[in-house]
């Protein structure tokens, strides 16, 4: 995911002269094209997260559209007066590229763990969040963030995951793709968790029970007119994320339901990750075990819910 999200930025970069990159202490080889072919608008500064913010913010403001891309704790909690004060405020068009989004890094241990990412950014106007749930959607989200007027962070998972997203129902951001049409229950899920939720819907079939998922790629702004479609006909509705329980995905669906559709609230159960720093450490679905995020616990967590 992260390839191919890199690649996506060389390759609009020659269409485009107003996209730049700048990276982070990255090492050797991140974009060598880009660098060879473009030299004038690829940045690799040193360990310095919140000057190549601010760095982006000027080009931004010159012009240019920055794609600013570090590690996603770097990018949220140690640049969040930049990402606040300097982007949103000014409501620039610089996309950060988030690598190792939930628990990617999981043997660096809970300093690199990026699980209250969502919740940090959906607090800042003019943000919008994105996380895709395979290596071709991203392939498709890119084109769309190069004119898109407001800061974007996009937050990519380890990669090599399953390819689940069907190019046929396509990508707009701000639309959530139905990927699985719903019956009984909907799973709302972003990111790679979309995976797992299509996997508990495998389960779930077996038991005489037909769920559907809806991809919720873009946190913000959320898809309320999906929501306002599909909440009222089903039985059951549990949210999927990498990701505290607290202020990321679960937390946006609940408030909207609050706002609009009181009485759906009471449909809702949220799966994420607990409300304490990691403890643990190993492979990314170890820790994904340990919090129990599966595919099993999806299914139970779907069906406690529709059973009467």
């Known amino acids: 995911m992260r390839n191919t999200s890199l690649k996506s930025v060389y390759q609009l970069a020659l269409k485009d002269p107003r996209i730049v990159y700048i990276g982070s202490d990255l090492g050797a ?22 000057h190549i913010v601010g760095m982006s913010a000027g080009l931004a403001m010159e012009g240019f559209i920055p794609y600013v891309n570090t590690i996603a704790t770097f990018l949220t909690r140690r640049c969040f007066e930049q990402v606040a004060v300097d982007l949103c405020l000014h409501d620039l068009p610089v996309r950060l590229i988030a690598n190792g989004g939930g628990a990617v890094y999981a043997p660096l241990g809970p300093t690199h763990l990026a699980v209250e990412d969502i919740a940090i950014l959906r607090a800042l106007p003019n943000m919008t969040i994105i996380a895709p749930c395979d290596a071709e959607e991203m392939k498709r989200l890119m084109p769309h963030t190069v004119d898109w007027p407001h800061p974007i962070y996009i ?25 699985k049409e719903p019956k009984d229950g909907v799973f709302v899920s972003t990111g790679v968790m979309t995976q797992l939720a299509l996997q508990a819907c495998e389960i779930l079939a077996e038991k005489g029970f037909h769920c559907g998922v809806m991809h919720m790629h873009t946190i913000k702004p959320l898809d309320n007119e999906a929501l306002t479609k599909w909440l009222p006909n089903v039985k059951s509705v549990v949210t999927v994320e990498e990701h505290t329980r607290i202020g990321g ?20 159960k949220r799966i994420g990750i607990p409300d304490k720093f990691a403890d643990k450490y190993g492979s990314q679905d170890s820790l994904l075990a340990y919090w129990g995020i599966s595919k099993e616990t999806l299914a139970q967590t779907m069906l406690d819910k529709l059973k009467p």
């Open 29 to 50: 080889g991140i974009l060598d094209e880009m660098k060879r072919d473009i030299p004038d608008r690829f940045f690799m500064e040193g360990v310095s997260e919140q």
């Open 249 to 268: 995905l679960g937390s946006a669906v609940l408030e909207f339901c609050n706002d609009h559709m009181p009485d759906q609230a009471s449909k809702i």
């Open 155 to 179: 937050r990519l998972g380890k990669g090599g995951d399953a390819i689940v997203s069907k190019p046929e129902l396509d990508f707009k951001i701000g639309k959530a793709i139905l990927l």
